[in-house]
């Protein structure tokens, strides 16, 4: 006589929940729109690049865990691999969507007053052209040294600056047009200390006045 088969046994109410599993990837998009079933709250991946911009802004991408990540953005470590692949991928995504520079104004917008270098730079310096929250500029100087693609998005914003800076000094003195080596150098060195301010001030709050460096500039240009 065989042994009757026990019946089989219900499954545990105390097993975890299913990890969260994202929508198809629709073509040369993200997997996942905004917010989720119409509630408001961002998807996965929005929640892991807001977790990933707060915590690479405090301590730092190097002192950041993906396992940090996941859990800052509630989500299972899984799906940030799935998302992105290695956590240089966070800080990359993060550069190319949360950062952006502003193309140069055409000749006409840009603000300029004829003879008044100083105030032209002053004012340019108040138009500091890097669209991005506070914790992605922390970001991006702080981890200038990390990856090609913060240095270059610095390197970007670096030429911008002084691409406006020398067209603004071209208005404001039309007569030092010729002598294009003198402008390029003090769009150079007017840019150098606009970054060095965004540095200093993310990094450590303290500033560096560009009013007081744009009327050194304007002084040495002067005597052109």
């Known amino acids: 006589m065989t042994a009757a088969t026990p019946p089989r046994r219900p499954a545990d109410a105390t097993t975890a929940p299913p990890a969260e599993v994202p ?36 301590g730092g991408y190097e002192g950041t865990s993906t396992a940090r990540i996941a859990r800052s953005a509630q989500v299972p470590k899984g799906l940030v ?30 603000e300029a007053v004829p003879g008044d270098p100083a105030g032209t730079l002053a004012r340019l310096a108040r138009g500091f052209p890097l669209r991005a929250s506070p914790a992605m500029r922390r970001i991006l100087f702080r981890e200038a040294d990390t990856h090609t693609t913060v240095r270059e998005r610095l ?66 240009l002067g005597g052109a």
């Open 23 to 58: 929508s198809p990837a629709p073509p040369g998009g993200p997997a996942a729109g905004p917010t989720v079933g119409g509630t408001g709250r961002p998807d996965a991946r929005t929640r892991i690049l807001d977790a990933a911009e707060a915590l690479f802004a405090e």
């Open 81 to 110: 691999f799935h998302y992105f692949p290695q956590k240089m991928d966070v800080l990359v995504t993060l550069v190319a969507e949360r950062t952006e520079i502003e193309p140069a104004p055409a000749p006409g917008v840009l």
């Open 155 to 220: 390197r970007l914003l670096n030429g911008e600056v002084v691409r406006r800076a020398r067209l603004a000094l071209e208005m404001a003195l039309p007569g030092t047009r010729g002598d294009q080596a003198r402008l390029e150098v003090a769009a150079a060195t007017f840019a150098a200390v606009l970054l060095y301010q965004e540095h200093l001030a993310q990094l450590s709050g303290h500033h560096v006045d560009p009013e007081a460096v744009a009327e050194l500039i304007a002084r040495a």
